[in-house]
C-alpha cells in the first residue's frame, strides 16, 4: 500500500531529477546547438550502434516528417551517417560518426565535471558517503 511518505518521497525525486536534468542540460556547450530532440536520437544512437529512422521516431514518439528533418540536420553536422541496410536494402540504418561520437563523450565529460566539482565544494565525505549508499538504493528503479 502506497502512503503518503511514498508519495512524498516519489514527489520529491521526481522534481530533483528534473532540475538535475535542466542544470546538467546548461552545463553543456552545446555544439551546433542541438535541440533535445536532436540530443536524444544522437543518445540512443549512442547506446544502440545503429537504428532504423523509424525505431527512432518509434523511440522518441516523433513524426517520421519530424524524424527525417532532425536526421537531415545531423547528417549536415556530420554526426550521424546513413547506409543501407544488409538485411533489407530498401532500409536504411543510422549511426554515429566518429564526430558524433566524440561530441557525446565531450558533452557528457563536462557535465561530469561540472557534477563533480559542485559535489566537491558542496560535501563533506560523510555526505558524499550518503549520496553513494542513496544511488546504490535508487539504482535498482530501473531495473525493476
Do not use: H
Amino acid at each position: 500500500m502506497i502512503t503518503k511518505e511514498d508519495q512524498a518521497v516519489a514527489q520529491a525525486l521526481r522534481d530533483l531529477v528534473t532540475k538535475m536534468t535542466r542544470r546538467l542540460r546548461k552545463q553543456i556547450s552545446n555544439p551546433g546547438a542541438l535541440s533535445i530532440a536532436e540530443r536524444n536520437v544522437v543518445g540512443i544512437l549512442m547506446n544502440q550502434q545503429d537504428a532504423f529512422p523509424s525505431e527512432l521516431g518509434s523511440q522518441l514518439s516523433l513524426s517520421s516528417q519530424f524524424m527525417s528533418q532532425i536526421l537531415n540536420r545531423l547528417e549536415g553536422l556530420d554526426y550521424i551517417t546513413r547506409r543501407s541496410s544488409p538485411d533489407d536494402r530498401r532500409k536504411t540504418l543510422i549511426s554515429l560518426t566518429k564526430k558524433g561520437r566524440r561530441m557525446v563523450e565531450n558533452s557528457r565529460q563536462e557535465r561530469e565535471e561540472w557534477l563533480a566539482t559542485v559535489i566537491s565544494a558542496q560535501y563533506n565525505s560523510r555526505e558524499k558517503k550518503l549520496i553513494k549508499e542513496a544511488l546504490a538504493l535508487l539504482s535498482v528503479i530501473p531495473e525493476l
